[in-house]
Each structure stands twice: as structure tokens, then as C-alpha cells.
């Protein structure tokens, strides 16, 4: 069965931190996703990956960057974050063509 | 522009009963869709999905329908449990991979 695991359930930060959100995944997959999930707007696409060292942006990349080093992990990070970045952020995996597995997320709130 | 819409917020079913959600999308270019389920404090886990090249895709109690001409896709659970209740999201995307969702319906079955 699939693992996708984040590191954090919750998080509390301030204003202006500099915010890491680790995922690492146990099926060798390719592919590799960090979504955030708000009331009223679904899950919205951040950032993606198909391999090492390469990342895509999805549909709200501003203010966020990412890191793949390694198959198996993907970073999400916050350079400087701030109150409107308060939520539910979700990373995924999958395997060429396959349906996303997820993790269960990391619960982030600014102040 | 929200590209994948789930208009209903929130649904009532009684247990036995069928359950339907419903989803438009916008994007004509989307060739896959999806539907996911998501307990709380738990990520979204994979339902059920349909190619373009299909109108129907049944697993078990789930069975999805895609209206191309509509461009509408519902699913329906039946008969409906108890365990059933969660929020139901709908994506679509050209591929598996990147996804646009819907804001997702809380389903509730009533004993």
C-alpha cells in the first residue's frame, strides 16, 4: 500500500518565517505534488515534480518554491510567510499515469 | 476561473438510498476525471475515475457518468452507508497528473 507522509500535522509559525513542509513517499514514484485545500476553493495546485531535480508550477506557485533532491522527497517551502498562506497544505504521489495518493496532510496557520 | 465546479456545497442522503454528486468542468481540453473522497484529518483517497473515451465506469456501490456534450460528470453510490459520509471531490485534467478540483461536497447518510 502506498505511503505518503508528512512530517508535520500542525504547524504554527509567524509573519516572515521561513517555512519548510517535508513529504516523502515509499513507492518509488516519479511523480510528485503539493496542493493546499481551503474552504470554498477545493484542492488548488502549488507546485509538481516528474523527477529529481525538476519541478513545474501549478496554478498558485507565488510565494512558494520546492525541492526535490531525492526520489523519494518533495519540500514545499514558505521564504517568508505570511497570514494568507494560513492552510491545509496536501502533497501526492503517483506513478505515470496513475491517481494521486495523498498524504494527510499538514494543517499550517500564520500568525 | 474555476474550471471544475461542484455547485452543491453539502447533500443529505438517507441510509439505502442512492447517493448523487454532481460536477460541470469547463475545460473541453479535459480528458480524464476523478473523484476522491476525504475523511476529516485524513488526506483525499481515490474513488473511482473515467476516461474521455467513456460515458460510464462502475466499481462496485460507485459508479460515475460523463456527459461530454454537458460537459457534466455525476457520481452515484448505491446503495448508500453510513461510512459513505465525507467530502466528495471531483477533478478532471488532460492526463491523470495535473488535476484541477472541484471545492468539494459534504455528504452526509442519515441512519
Known amino acids: 500500500d502506498v505511503k505518503v507522509t508528512q512530517s508535520s500535522r500542525y504547524l504554527v509559525k509567524r509573519t516572515g518565517e521561513k517555512v519548510f513542509l517535508e513529504c516523502v513517499q515509499d513507492?518509488?514514484?516519479?511523480?510528485m505534488f503539493w496542493y493546499r485545500q481551503d474552504p470554498g476553493l477545493g484542492l488548488r495546485l502549488i507546485y509538481f515534480?516528474?523527477?529529481?531535480?525538476?519541478?513545474e508550477k501549478g496554478d498558485i506557485p507565488e510565494g512558494y518554491s520546492v525541492s526535490r533532491e531525492k526520489k523519494e522527497r518533495f519540500s514545499l517551502i514558505l521564504e517568508s510567510a505570511s497570514t494568507n498562506q494560513t492552510s491545509m497544505y496536501l502533497c501526492?504521489?503517483?506513478?505515470?499515469?496513475?491517481?494521486?495518493?495523498f498524504g494527510n496532510g499538514t494543517r499550517l496557520t500564520v500568525t | 476561473d474555476q474550471q471544475v465546479k461542484q455547485n452543491s456545497p453539502s447533500l443529505s442522503v438517507q441510509e439505502g438510498r442512492i447517493s448523487i454528486l454532481n460536477c460541470d468542468y469547463t475545460?473541453?481540453?479535459?480528458?480524464?476525471f476523478l473523484w476522491y473522497k476525504k475523511y476529516p484529518a485524513e488526506g483525499p483517497t481515490f474513488l473511482i475515475s473515467?476516461?474521455?473515451?467513456?460515458d460510464k465506469n462502475e466499481d462496485g456501490r460507485f459508479t460515475v457518468f460523463l456527459n461530454k456534450s454537458a460537459k457534466h460528470l455525476s457520481l452515484h453510490i448505491v446503495p448508500s452507508q453510513p461510512g459513505d459520509s465525507a467530502v466528495y471531490f471531483c477533478?478532471?485534467?488532460?492526463?491523470?497528473?495535473?488535476?484541477?478540483f472541484g471545492q468539494g461536497t459534504r455528504l452526509t447518510i442519515n441512519p
Open positions: 477533478a478532471g485534467g488532460q492526463g491523470a497528473q495535473k488535476l484541477v
Open positions: 515534480s516528474y523527477d529529481v531535480k525538476m519541478k
Open positions: 473515467i476516461s474521455s473515451i467513456k
Open positions: 513507492m518509488d514514484h516519479e511523480n
Open positions: 475545460n473541453s481540453m479535459f480528458d480524464y
Open positions: 501526492a504521489s503517483s506513478f505515470a499515469q496513475g491517481p494521486l495518493h
